[in-house]
């Protein structure tokens, strides 16, 4: 390799990692504001109707896995409509803080901005491999499903509180780690999956913050 190709190269890496972070920051954006659209919509919505819509949600995302290998123009589609169905499924709840706290849903959003922008920020910076933290945030969050079903059926002192907190502590390592991979994939194609993972960290983390700041307001 010449020395214009050695100086090149770097060069080349750099702008192939702005790329996928423009394309896929794009992406969330415009998903965010689809499911913005779907909670709208659906302010009227009963809580039993949601659950369809959660299931839909999943099935989208499902599908996901499988039209990226073939098409990323249908993931992309996939990936919107994700937005507006889940923002569907979370319209009774956001209506409900709406109607009775709505500072809680201006202050969940805020917090949600900020913590998204520190946590995405440092795993985006780091240089230190974050799969290890990803898989005991994953562990993680299956035990906090565990408590949250737990909590259903049992009278846990400030069991809500807890269960905000560690899934905030949780939701923060996924967002480093996502960020990461922004930085170190060089495959423009997996855009919309990197979205779609981006995404779920935001809305958690907005509902996990609108469920806090709702219950000490």
Same mark, same amino acid.
């Given at each position: 390799m010449s020395l214009q190709e050695q100086s090149y190269a770097p060069a080349q890496s750099r702008?192939?990692?702005h790329t996928l972070f423009a394309h896929t920051m794009g992406l969330v954006a415009i998903t965010s504001g689809l499911f913005a659209l779907g909670a709208y919509l659906?302010?009227?919505?009963?809580?039993?109707?949601?659950?369809?819509?959660?299931?839909?949600g999943f099935a989208l995302l499902f599908g996901m896995q499988f039209a990226i290998r073939s098409s990323e123009q249908l993931a992309i589609f996939l990936l919107f409509a994700f937005g507006v169905v889940?923002?569907?499924a979370t319209a009774p709840?956001?209506?409900?803080y709406a109607d009775t706290d709505p500072q809680a849903v201006w202050q969940a959003g805020g917090a949600t901005a900020l913590f998204i922008a520190g946590f995405g920020a440092a795993g985006y910076a780091t240089r230190r491999d974050l799969s290890a933290l990803a898989r005991i945030c994953f562990w993680a969050l299956l035990a906090l499903i565990v408590f949250g079903i737990v909590t259903i059926f049992v009278n846990v002192p400030n069991g809500d509180l807890?269960?905000?907190? =560690?899934g905030l502590v +949780? $939701?923060?390592?996924?967002?480093?780690?996502?960020?990461?991979?922004?930085?170190?994939?060089?495959?423009?194609?997996?855009?919309?999956? =990197?979205?779609?993972? +981006? $995404?779920?960290?935001?809305l958690n983390v907005f509902t996990l913050f609108l469920s806090l700041f709702g219950r000490r307001n």
């Open positions: 702008d192939q990692v659906g302010r009227n919505m009963s809580y039993q109707t949601s659950w369809l819509w959660y299931i839909g889940i923002g569907l709840l956001i209506a409900y807890i269960y905000c907190v =560690l +949780i $939701f923060a390592g996924f967002t480093m780690f996502d960020f990461q991979r922004l930085r170190t994939s060089k495959d423009i194609g997996t855009a919309p999956l =990197l979205a779609a993972s +981006i $995404f779920l960290d935001v």
